[in-house]
T-cell receptor
Framework: SQKIEQNSEALNIQEGKTATLTCNYT??????LQWYRQDPGRGPVFLLL?????KEKRKERLKVTFDTTLKQSLFHITASQPADSATYLC???????????FGGGTRVLVKP | DTGVSQDPRHKITKRGQNVTFRCDPI?????LYWYRQTLGQGPEFLTY????????KSRLLSDRFSAERPKGSFSTLEIQRTEQGDSAMYLC????????????????FGPGTRLTVL
């Protein structure tokens, strides 16, 4: 069955450092991989999308890599700030589909 | 506020009761999705509408669950004979039509309805 794994342990990081999150998947051939941010009690908010034929995507302090051979995506938050503290979800989507299949999320806590 | 709205934000009910949730998508979005999220997990897909047509349903959507989008605008999700296992956050999302969304197809999520079944 399809499986999307994110580190369930919270990531505690010092302000200014780079946070790196992983998303691994099995039994899935996504055309698109997306990262969302979710704050407590709120719905997810879209951050970045990367296509299967792209290796890397950047947006401001965020960077995403996508390795379809390893079946893995890495999500980096550079120069992290306390306001970056949230849960980050990766989501996969097939080329012909519309639904998103989410990982369990990784909680990030940036300490001042 | 032009985002996705959901009502109610919280619902507490007793086991066996029926509940109905409403979702109002962003006005120009013709696609609407329902997801369910339990504590510490990511959202799980339940169902998807394009305009008023329900195009996909997850196996998670048992016969006690029904979703409608009668006029292609707002949607309702009803759960009949609620069980304690139905306790979760129910999220609604919407997205643009394919000709406008392109491959990005970003889904905009509402704040969710938190259901507690006692």
């Amino acid at each position: 069955s399809q499986k999307i794994e994110q580190n369930s342990e919270a990531l505690n990081i010092q302000e200014g450092k780079t946070a790196t999150l992983t998303c691994n998947y099995t039994n899935y051939s996504p055309a698109y991989l997306q990262w969302y941010r979710q704050d407590p009690g709120r719905g997810p908010v879209f951050l970045l999308l990367i296509r299967e034929n792209e290796k890397e995507k950047r947006k401001e302090r965020l960077k995403v890599t996508f390795d379809t051979t390893l079946k893995q995506s890495l999500f980096h938050i550079t120069a992290s700030q306390p306001a970056d503290s949230a849960t980050y979800l990766c989501a996969l989507r097939k080329a012909a589909g519309n639904k998103l299949t989410f990982g369990g999320g990784t909680r990030v806590l940036v300490k001042p | 506020d032009t985002g996705v709205s959901q009502d109610p934000r919280h619902k507490i009910t007793k086991r066996g009761q029926n509940v109905t949730f409403r979702c109002d998508p962003i006005s120009e979005h013709n696609r609407l999705y329902w997801y369910r999220q339990t504590l510490g997990q990511g959202p799980e897909f339940l169902t998807y509408f394009q305009n008023e047509a329900q195009l996909e349903k997850s196996r998670l959507l048992s016969d006690r669950f029904s979703a409608e989008r009668p006029k292609g605008s707002f949607s309702t999700l009803e759960i009949q004979r609620t069980e304690q296992g139905d306790s979760a956050m129910y999220l609604c999302a919407s997205s643009l039509p394919p000709r406008l969304a392109g491959t990005k197809n970003e889904q905009f999520f509402g704040p969710g309805t938190r259901l507690t079944v006692l």
